[in-house]
């Protein structure tokens, strides 16, 4: 850089020999970025100078260790299922598809993310990259939430309809998986056919589906998101929960009341307390992740409708960019709360992988849900 040359933004915390460091005053996140990229970024971003370099840096840092803690755990969870009969139940199906769905959305999201903070902090990948980024992205993101609500819809036939003849079977357990893949591409293909576009967002190192432009196209666009991917689902998921929370709190208040009358303490024996205790378990696991990811969905959700319906000026790039990056750590917690936590996935850990120190019990017998009972050995 040559003496005189001033490179700040707002007052120099450091000048030497006529040099300072930082940005312009009036520099523009887009004047950071070459002519020929300049045609993917909406004009939105030119308000903003640009941010620090050190938070490519650091954001890129946190994208490395989340793609590797998602390989290993999902990766893990698929290996697993793979390789051990015992875990192929309907109800590891789903278990294993959240895995995949996460899986891939690291493979297709961590290596561009990666690569654009490290080569210049913006969209270095071109129009297609950027397409393919965003496409993939909305299709996994999407997957998961749906089979988590299908996991739900799995607990409830367990411990709602047990009865009623309700348990999924293979078959349909594999329809509904199916099922939720196409829901997934039938919703985020719409911008290739001109509702709505995949852009850069941001920080300008990853991209997204338009929610800048204020056209009603654009906003119709995010409306029928939030229905179909926010509103939809998560009733879904908070009908079937509810409905399992209601049945359990009956249930034990029916036990509790036939004891009473028959004068003893407990109606169960071992084994169908072990059963309950285990799909009560799995139950609560379930609310928890889904509520692990409310938490990591809605500030984005948040930012989106903001930018469309609220104040546009209150949507920097990083205020764009944390939620986003938010949002990947699904594919972190997910293997490890729903399949390294459960006692036979445990089991096949501990009889695949002993040197990882997992100690389980071992499985006594095997429920007709597929779930197993345990006793402590």
């Not at 984005?300 to 546009?312: E, T």
């Not at 990083?318 to 917690?333: F, M, N, Q, W």
Request: net charge positive; glycine share 8%; aromatic share 14%.
């Amino acid at each position: 850089m040559a003496a005189g040359t001033v490179n700040v933004s707002g007052v120099l915390a450091y000048r030497a020999g006529g040099v300072a460091f930082g940005y312009p005053e009036g520099f523009t996140l887009m004047d950071m970025v070459p002519d020929d990229v300049k045609p993917l970024i909406h004009s939105h971003w030119n308000k903003f100078p640009p941010v620090n370099p050190m938070w490519h840096y650091l954001l890129a840092g946190i994208f490395i260790i989340l793609g590797i803690l998602s390989f290993f755990g999902n990766g893990m969870v698929i290996y697993l299922f793979s390789c051990k009969k015992s875990l192929r139940s309907p109800a590891n199906m789903f278990v294993v598809n959240l895995a995949f769905s996460d899986f891939m959305m690291m493979v297709s999201q961590f290596p561009m993310y990666v690569m654009n903070c490290f080569g210049g902090g913006y969209w270095i990948l071109g129009a297609f990259a950027c397409q393919v980024h965003a496409f993939t992205g909305a299709i996994f993101g999407l997957t998961s939430l749906l089979t988590l609500a299908a996991i739900g819809y799995d607990r409830y036939c367990v411990i709602v309809k047990a009865f009623d003849g309700g348990h999924i079977s293979s078959g349909k357990a594999f329809f509904i998986i199916l099922l939720c893949w196409g829901y997934s591409i039938a919703i985020a293909i719409w911008p290739f056919f001109g509702w709505n576009s995949y852009i850069p967002e941001g920080i300008l190192t990853s991209c997204s589906f338009d929610y800048i432009s204020q056209d009603w196209g654009t906003k119709s666009f995010a409306l029928f998101l939030f229905i179909m991917c926010y509103c939809i689902p998560l009733t879904t998921i908070i009908f079937v929960y509810s409905q399992i929370v209601s049945a359990i709190r009956q249930h034990e208040k029916a036990l509790r009341a036939q004891a009473k009358k028959m004068n003893v303490e407990n109606l169960r024996s071992n084994v169908d307390a072990n059963k309950q205790s285990a799909e009560v378990r799995i139950a609560k696991v379930a609310v928890a992740n889904v509520f692990l990811w409310v938490l990591t969905w809605t500030p984005y959700a948040y930012v989106v409708m903001m930018s469309l319906f609220g104040d546009q000026s209150k949507v920097t790039p990083l205020v764009s960019a944390l939620p986003g990056l938010i949002c990947k750590t699904a594919s972190v917690y997910n293997p490890i709360m729903f399949a390294i936590s459960h006692p036979k996935f445990r089991l096949a850990l501990q009889e695949t992988l002993p040197w990882f120190c997992i100690n389980e019990p071992k499985v006594d017998s095997i429920s007709t849900d597929g779930e197993s009972t345990v006793s402590k050995t």
